[in-house]
């Protein structure tokens, strides 16, 4: 059974960090890339970073680009997202994801709320 279970969100003031984490289980983590997105109230989800499946490769959305921080640690087969100088605009649930390097095949985390005051 597949799971992706994000933790860590939560109350910060702008100029703060968080880190999340989103726990895999169910699936070869090493054979899949990993992402997260962020989704704010009646906004569009939009990716913020994307790891290749060895870690060797990182991207990220410019809006976050020399602030969030992503990677991932094969033994404990979790995903990590680095998030510092948070800003009031980066408020929004944050959903971890991860697609096979090859096949058509993609799962979703439940999300973790991160609430940015200013």
């Known amino acids: 059974q597949v799971h992706l279970v994000e933790s860590g969100g939560g109350l910060v003031q702008a100029g703060g960090s968080l880190r999340l984490s989103c726990a895999a289980s169910?699936?070869?983590?090493?054979?899949?890339?990993m992402r997260w997105y962020r989704q704010a109230p009646g906004k569009e989800r939009e990716l913020v970073a994307h790891?290749?499946?060895?870690?060797?490769?990182?991207d990220y959305a410019d809006f976050v680009k020399g602030r969030f921080t992503i990677s991932r640690d094969a033994a404990k087969r979790t995903l990590y997202l680095q998030m510092n100088s948070l800003k009031p605009e980066d408020t929004a649930v944050y959903y971890c994801?991860?697609?096979?390097?090859?096949?058509?095949?993609?799962?979703w985390g439940q999300g973790t709320q991160v609430t940015v005051s200013s």
């Open positions: 790891i290749s499946n060895s870690g060797g490769t990182t």
């Open positions: 169910g699936f070869t983590f090493s054979s899949y890339f």
């Open positions: 994801h991860a697609r096979h390097a090859y096949q058509l095949t993609s799962y």
